[in-house]
C-alpha cells in the first residue's frame, strides 16, 4: 500500500489469511449498512468447506463449529465496528446450535437466538446476522428479515446455505431463494478457484473482480476481469480459458485444444447440476 492509503497493486485488496477476511468483511458491511443498505450478504468461500454444486458443507466432525467461530469472530468484529451500544443477534439455524454457542461463548458481545425462535426480531434489535441459514429456515430467516427491515433494522446473511444437491428442492423453493437473495447486496465475497489458480472476489461499493495467478510475480495475482455482475458460467469459462490459451507469434489465440475443450464440457456439465439445486 502507498504512503496515501491507496492500493500498491491490485491484489493487494486480496486477504492474507481468513481473520483478515472476516475483519474486512465487517468493514465492508459497517459501510454498506451506513449507506442505508438493510440486506446484505457475506460469502466465505473457504475450500474444505465448499462444495461448487452443494454449497457450503460440513462433511467432517467439527466443520459446523469452523461455521460458527467465522461467524463469531464476523459478528463480534462487526459490533466493535458498530459501536459498543449497538444490539447485535446472530440467528443460528436451529435451537441446539444456539443453545451450545450461548454456553460456549458467554462474553460474546451480540445476543444468540435460534431461526426457531417464535419471534426473531426486537423492537431494540440494529442489525440480525444469520450465521449460514440452510433450506428448513428459509422461511423464519425470510420473515425476521422483512419486520427487521420494515422497522429500520438491517440483516446480513453470512455463508448461506440454501443449495443442496442432496436435498431435492422444488421449483417454488428454488425461485423464492433466488428472489430473496436477488435483493440483498453482495458487501464481501472471496470465492478461491482452485481449478485455475485465481478467486473471485468483492468487496462494497466496488464491482466483481476475477484474480489469476501472476506467473511474473510469483505468489502474487493479477486483476484480470472486473464486472458489475457475479462472474459465472460461460462467462467465467472463457475468461480463464482465454487468460491461458496459448498465442501464436501474430498475438491471435491459438485454437483450443484437446484438454481445453474436455474442460469446457466438465464445465458445461457442472453448470447444468447447479441449475438443479
Do not use: H
Amino acid at each position: 500500500m502507498n504512503d496515501d492509503g491507496t492500493l500498491k497493486f491490485d491484489d493487494d485488496e486480496l486477504p492474507d489469511n481468513l481473520f483478515d477476511a472476516v475483519n474486512t468483511a465487517a468493514i465492508a458491511t459497517d459501510e454498506a449498512i451506513a449507506q442505508g443498505s438493510l440486506g446484505n450478504l457475506v460469502e466465505l468461500r473457504i475450500p474444505e468447506l465448499w462444495d461448487p454444486i452443494s454449497g457450503n458443507v460440513m462433511a467432517e466432525a467439527g466443520d459446523q463449529l469452523k461455521v460458527w467461530e467465522i461467524t463469531r469472530e464476523y459478528t463480534r468484529a462487526l459490533c466493535e465496528r458498530l459501536g459498543p451500544d449497538a444490539r447485535v443477534k446472530a440467528v443460528f439455524p436451529d435451537a441446539g446450535a444456539a443453545a451450545m454457542l450461548a454456553a460456549r461463548w458467554p462474553d460474546a458481545p451480540f445476543a444468540i437466538a435460534s431461526a426457531n425462535d417464535r419471534k426473531l426480531y426486537d423492537d431494540a434489535d440494529e442489525v440480525l446476522v444469520f450465521a449460514a441459514p440452510d433450506p428448513p429456515s428459509l422461511e423464519s430467516v425470510m420473515k425476521a428479515s422483512k419486520i427487521a427491515n420494515e422497522n429500520g433494522a438491517a440483516v446480513v446473511l453470512i455463508n448461506p446455505r440454501l443449495a443442496s444437491g442432496d436435498a431435492g428442492l422444488g421449483l417454488n423453493f428454488r425461485r423464492m431463494r433466488e428472489n430473496f437473495l436477488g435483493r440483498m447486496t453482495v458487501v464481501y465475497a472471496l470465492q478461491p478457484l482452485p481449478w485455475c489458480n485465481g478467486s473471485i472476489f468483492k468487496r462494497f461499493p466496488g464491482q466483481w473482480r476475477l484474480y489469476l495467478e501472476d506467473e511474473a510475480r510469483p505468489g502474487r495475482f493479477k486483476l484480470v476481469k472486473e464486472s458489475y455482475q457475479r462472474l459465472a458460467g460461460d462467462e467465467l469459462d472463457d475468461v480463464v480459458m482465454a487468460e491461458f490459451r496459448p498465442k501464436g507469434e501474430d498475438g491471435e489465440e491459438i485454437e483450443a485444444g484437446a484438454v481445453e475443450k474436455v474442460f469446457g464440457i466438465v464445465a458445461s456439465m457442472q453448470r447444468f447440476m447447479n441449475s438443479l439445486r
